[in-house]
């Protein structure tokens, strides 16, 4: 089974600070790889997938990640945060053979400093 | 368009009784999904619908939780026997296809339930 191993549970961040949250999976074989957003009383919103090609994805909102197989990591960043960023982030996975089924990391509670 | 939507948006309950929890998908979605997040934790798979059957229920804890979508719509997650390790936030998705790789899974903003 997959596991996702997010660190950090909390990060917080000063406006125009780059936001970093690290998401590193266990699989022998590269997964499909998630980050989703979730506002509160809100559901989750998908902020950028890898599935194959490009390492670097780019998603919503200026967030991009990276997938480095040699680090079996994924990586959300952003250059500068926005006080609109305040939310929670999971990191998620799925693997080639049942590809439906996502495993989430516990989330990462990002607040962002005036 | 609408997005998927679950209702009650909050359920009280006493241990011991039955729930149950309705979840609207996007229409035109034919796959379904269940997750639950406990306290602290991100969300764990339960069921996946393609279509009315469950092509996946292996994420259900035990025999009191059954889930249903007879039309190939909406679909209700059941409770039996309601116990206090159940309180969690229990989020229903949808997609285009079951194909989750390429197909975004679209989540509603889930049932908080609460077994007193």
């Known amino acids: 089974a997959q596991s996702v191993t997010q660190l950090g549970s909390h990060v917080s961040v000063s406006e125009g600070a780059l936001v970093l949250l690290r998401c590193n999976y266990s699989?022998?074989?590269?997964?499909?790889l998630f980050w989703y957003v979730q506002y509160p009383n809100q559901g989750l919103q998908l902020l950028l997938k890898?599935?194959?090609?490009?390492?670097l994805v780019k998603g919503i909102n200026g967030f991009e990640a990276e997938f480095k197989k040699s680090e079996t990591s994924f990586h959300l960043t952003k250059p500068s945060a926005h006080m609109s960023d305040a939310a929670e982030y999971f990191c998620?996975?799925?693997?080639?053979?049942?590809?439906?089924?996502?495993?989430f990391g516990a989330g990462t509670t990002v607040t962002v400093r005036a | 368009g609408a997005g998927v939507s679950q209702t009650p948006s909050n359920k009280v309950t006493e241990k011991g009784k039955y729930v149950e929890l309705r979840c609207d998908p996007i229409?035109?979605?034919?796959?379904l999904y269940w997750y639950r997040q406990s306290l602290g934790q991100g969300p764990e798979f339960l069921i996946y619908?393609?279509?009315?059957?469950?092509?996946?229920d292996s994420g259900l804890p035990n025999d009191r939780f059954f889930a249903v979508r007879p039309e190939g719509s909406v679909s209700t997650l059941k409770i039996q026997r309601t116990e206090r390790g159940d309180s969690a936030v229990y989020l229903c998705?949808?997609?285009?296809?079951?194909?989750?790789?390429?197909?975004?899974?679209?989540f509603g903003p889930g049932t908080r339930l609460t077994v007193l």
């Open positions: 229409s035109g979605h034919t796959a």
């Open positions: 699989s022998s074989v590269p997964p499909y």
């Open positions: 998705a949808s997609s285009s296809t079951g194909r989750g790789g390429y197909n975004e899974q679209f």
């Open positions: 890898y599935t194959t090609g490009a390492t």
């Open positions: 998620a996975v799925s693997d080639l053979n049942n590809d439906y089924k996502l495993s």
């Open positions: 619908f393609q279509g009315t059957g469950a092509a996946d």
